[in-house]
Nanobody, 125 residues
Framework: QVQLVESGGGLVQAGGSLRLSCAAS????????MGWFRQAPGKEREFVAA????????YYANSVKDRFTISRDNGENTVYLQMNSLKPEDTALYYC??????????????????WGQGTQVTVSS
């Protein structure tokens, strides 16, 4: 079982930046594909970004492409989400997710087995 702990959320003005971190423990981090999802009040959890075990493959939702960057440091057992040009509609609880080896359905929350508790991101207009 892998444990995930997110950090780095907060309140930021529109146009600002934040970097989220997700620290993993319990298993070999490099064996897991990693992803970020978000959930706004009253809405379903939605895909934001994913990264392959090696970090070579990255995938983004259209709504964040060119603004957000996912990366990982396998030596530090951490995955990051750099968020630039933030918009009020980016306001949500952001979750880190992990799946052993590979997930075919990276855009679907059901494609991921392990989740963190979330970190709140609020973007003011």
């Amino acid at each position: 079982q892998v444990q995930l702990v997110e950090s780095g959320g907060g309140l930021v003005q529109a146009g600002g930046s934040l970097r989220l971190s997700c620290a993993a423990s319990g298993r070999t981090f490099a064996d897991y594909a990693m992803g970020w999802f978000r959930q706004a009040p009253g809405k379903e959890r939605e895909f934001v970004a994913a990264i392959s075990r090696s970090g070579v493959g990255t995938y983004y939702a259209n709504s964040v492409k060119d603004r957000f960057t996912i990366s990982r440091d396998n030596g530090e057992n951490t995955v990051y989400l750099q968020m630039n040009s933030l918009k009020p509609e980016d306001t949500a609880l952001y979750y880190c997710a992990a799946e052993y080896y590979y997930t075919r359905d990276y855009g679907n929350p059901k494609g991921w087995s392990h989740w963190g508790q979330g970190t709140q991101v609020t973007v003011s207009s």
